[in-house]
Structures are given as structure tokens and as C-alpha cells.
């Protein structure tokens, strides 16, 4: 239960695209906030992007335009669509899920992006 197991990451290069996706557990994926934050080396964990249970989808300014959230409710996976990657989006990826009701928040283990420039 509250599981989520992320996948895609990988090294590739400047402008070229990547998506990652999270598999979350069934119980947690209806009703969460998913998201996905990023940590890069010295620096704090920040957001990325979110979608609420509604579809409704925030992102850093940092990524706006160039990454998209979305959901598959039938498959109860959150992918992110990261597109004319830079150098500087290089970090570690966790998947992210926020049960509001509960106030109860699940991490995945992260993976890796590295953009060469």
C-alpha cells in the first residue's frame, strides 16, 4: 500500500526529450496530488509539476512550456513529458503523491536525468 515505483530516467542531451512515469498503488492514486520534485547536487528538493485528482496542473516557472503532467487513471500512473531538456534540469526525479484527506505523503526512490550539454 502507498507504494509508487518511478521509471524513465537516463542520460541524453541538450533539447532532446525524456517522460518519465510513476506507477502509484490504487489506493492512493484516485484521490492524491501527484507530482513530481527534483534535487539536484547541493541543492533542496523542489517541484516540478503536480496534478490534482481533477486534472488540474501546476508547474515551476523554471519548466513551464517546456514539461507536461498528465495522469492515466486506468493505470493509476502520472507521467511528465520533459521536452528541450537543458543541462540545469540535471537532478534526481522523486515521484510524489499528497493525500489531503489524511494529511499523508508518499515519496518514490527517485531516478536519475542527466542532461549533457
Known amino acids: 500500500q502507498g507504494q509508487l515505483v518511478e521509471s524513465g530516467g537516463g542520460l541524453v542531451q541538450a533539447g532532446e526529450s525524456l517522460t518519465l512515469s510513476c506507477a502509484a498503488s490504487p489506493d492512493i492514486f484516485s484521490i492524491a496530488i501527484m507530482g513530481w520534485y527534483r534535487q539536484a547536487p547541493g541543492q533542496q528538493r523542489a517541484v516540478v509539476a503536480i496534478t490534482s485528482s481533477n486534472g488540474n496542473t501546476n508547474y515551476a516557472p523554471s519548466v513551464k512550456g517546456r514539461f507536461t503532467i498528465s495522469r492515466d487513471n486506468a493505470k493509476n500512473t502520472v507521467y511528465v513529458q520533459m521536452n528541450s531538456l537543458k543541462p540545469e534540469d540535471t537532478a534526481v526525479y522523486y515521484c510524489?503523491?499528497?493525500?489531503?484527506?489524511?494529511?499523508?505523503?508518499?515519496w518514490g526512490q527517485g531516478t536519475q536525468v542527466t542532461v549533457s550539454s
Open positions: 510524489y503523491a499528497y493525500l489531503p484527506a489524511f494529511s499523508r505523503t508518499y
